[in-house]
């Protein structure tokens, strides 16, 4: 008999816990939580992508740079072996 009301009780209060948990999830309170938690991770989202733009055009300038110099390099071999000749 104790095995069954213990049951009883613990369905009655999970019943009840959950049903204050859907009122409190759906709350106006709890919606503007919701809203500014979503802001804060859009600003975030906007700021990482903000920094993987800035990454990408300093590769960008990087790799230039290099293929620069690798063509001037280039070049300056060719001029001289131009002048052995």
Do not use: P
């Amino acid at each position: 008999m104790e095995r069954c009301t213990k049951n009883a009780l613990w369905t009655g209060l999970g019943f009840l816990i959950g049903t204050v948990g859907l009122k409190a999830a759906t709350s106006s309170t709890a919606k503007k939580g919701y809203v500014h938690a979503m802001a804060q991770g859009m600003k975030a989202k906007a700021e990482y992508e903000n920094i993987v733009e800035q990454a990408k055009a300093e590769f960008d300038d990087l790799k230039a740079e290099a293929e620069y110099i690798a063509v001037s390099e280039k070049d300056v071999e060719a001029a001289e072996k131009a002048a052995k000749k």
